[in-house]
């Protein structure tokens, strides 16, 4: 699966468009000593040289696409506003991959004082052919440019919320996959028409893709349908808060869990609670151990007060992923 859903962490791309041929014989014999069907066909990633050097490559080809200089420029500017470079952000890995971290951080003198960061890296999976890291690098910094970061510590994190901004939500999956069909349309057009699963996503009357069949599609869950009810009754959830769940044909299963989408984000779900809810424990009990402490810094009412907000949320959140 392209989208980490373990992306929290507790909780990261091909012949240029033919209506933009060369216009002398230098240029034309370049663009096909890069894009030769050989090249694109053979492994990506070279160990014997230095990561950067093949991950150069599949960058450079990804700029050749209107769609992918778009998605590249986006990821750029993100990752200057944290303070780093594209080369800080997408990496190699034995999976592709957007890996975001959510970081809580407050102070062992006064836990009720939180902050919270996020830091996302992005890994091209080394077993790939070229075509599809380019591909991939194209969804995954879909991703990362613009997922927003989910925060499992406020009450309104829902399971059907999380399930609905993964699949459907900006930058979420149906986003990643359209935006690299676009590029592989306009890098390779011939390859796009007849050997491709984007014409599932395409819209027989205008012929365009279409995020709407995207989402129906990526809903589908085949075969998959007693793994749901299953991890469903685990948890005492009703099937009913996934409307668009439906049987059909699972054309688009999460590389992470070798699940269709609904169920793996479920999945993903309850990880990202469980590791939650066993932070909060944890703060609890710092708390409750620095309101007996008078050497505290805060005052014991203040953390008398934050300690029963506190525990109310976790008694709403995590009765069904933490005893």
């Known amino acids: 699966m392209k989208f980490y859903l373990k992306s929290l962490s507790i ?25 030769s069907e050989q090249a694109w066909g053979k492994p990506w990633y070279n160990s014997s040289i230095a990561d950067r050097f093949s991950l150069d490559k599949i960058i450079n080809t990804l700029k050749k696409s209107k ?53 996302s890296k992005v890994f ?36 059907d919320q999380f399930v609905s901004s993964v699949i459907e939500g900006k930058g979420g999956e149906v986003d990643a996959y ?50 749901l ?24 299963i999460s590389s992470a869990y070798g699940l269709p989408y609904p169920v793996a984000a479920i999945s993903e779900f309850t990880t990202i609670m469980g590791k939650a809810c066993q932070n909060d424990f944890n703060r609890l009990t710092l708390m409750r151990e620095r309101i007996a402490d008078s050497s505290g810094r805060a005052p014991a009412s203040l953390i008398q007060s934050s300690f029963t907000r506190l525990f109310s949320s976790y008694r709403a959140r995590c009765s069904q992923f933490h005893q």
């Open 11 to 35: 909780f990261l791309l091909l012949s240029c468009s033919q209506a933009l041929l060369a216009k002398n014989f230098q240029r034309h014999a370049r663009v096909i000593h890069i894009d």
């Open 229 to 252: 009810k299953q991890i469903l009754n685990k948890y005492g959830w009703s099937k009913s808060k996934f409307p668009k769940v439906q049987k059909g044909e699972a054309l688009y």
């Open 178 to 227: 359209i935006v690299e069909c676009r590029v592989l349309k306009e890098l390779r057009p011939s390859s796009y028409k007849s050997n491709s699963n984007c014409q599932n996503v395409v819209d027989p009357n205008s012929g365009h893709l279409s995020k709407d069949l995207g989402v129906r599609k990526f809903y589908e869950i085949g075969e998959y349908d007693d793994s």
């Open 67 to 119: 769609t992918g200089k778009a998605i590249l420029d986006k990821a750029l500017l993100k990752a200057k506003a944290d303070g780093q470079t594209l080369e800080d952000i997408v990496v190699v890995g034995r999976s592709s991959l957007t890996d975001t971290t959510l970081i809580r951080k407050f102070s062992p003198t006064n836990p009720t004082e939180i902050t919270y960061e996020t830091r």
């Open 124 to 159: 091209i999976n080394k077993s790939l052919t070229f075509r599809d890291a380019v591909l991939d690098l194209a969804h995954e910094l879909t991703h990362y440019s613009y997922r927003e970061p989910f925060n499992p510590y406020v009450t309104q994190f829902t399971v």
